[in-house]
């Protein structure tokens, strides 16, 4: 005898594919919640041909807290002499503003960092250009590694957008606590899981 399959619903079966779904979404953001955390607390640069300072927002003509926070960072490897180079990166955020990396410029050379020891990138809007611009610098003057400087709850993704395009590097994060971290942890999933999508084969391969 052969058995009968039992059909289901399909009001049952949409409810049992949206409970799958949404399990599945909330099984990613807690599993990637924790990856972005264990990332911040567990990365460190290591000595690099280079310094790459994402950008964030100016305000004023000045670094925002944001910025200013990422420009010590990047500061404090100079002084360690854990590269000889900083490339400062980032475009113009509101109109009337500097771009974010000339603003960096100006902050690190106020602070002693000589000027021919900086490199500008000023045309990126998002992570993704921050450094795929930078990978041009980094081509043109010969530079082959970079500690990334970013906030911690932004080291996954930076490292993962790197290691998209083959840039060897390490991350140095700022280890600040936002106010808003569940925000920021949450908005950070979102960005991994667009990359997942908008470029599976690079992003599968960068987990790896």
Known sequence: MT???????????IIRLLLSAALA????FGGMSWIIMHTWKTSSGSPSDSIIVLGAA??????????????NIALEAWNKKLAPRIIATGGIGLPGEPSEAETIKKYLIERGVPSEAILVENE??????????SREL?????????????????AFRARMTARMLGIESTVEPVQLRPLRLAYYTLRECGGVAYLLVTDPLRSIKALL
Not at 3 to 13: A, F, M, S, T, Y
Not at 25 to 28: F, M
Not at 124 to 133: A, D, G, I, K, V
């Open 124 to 133: 990126s809007r998002s992570t993704f250009e921050n450094l795929q611009n």
């Open 138 to 154: 980094m081509q043109r003057y010969d530079i082959r590694s970079a500690i990334l400087v970013t906030h911690g709850y932004h």
């Open 3 to 13: 058995k009968r399959i039992r059909k289901l619903h399909p009001v049952r079966l």
């Open 58 to 71: 100016v305000w004023n003509g000045k670094p925002s807290p944001a910025l200013r926070e990422r420009i």
């Open 25 to 28: 979404v909330v099984l990613y």
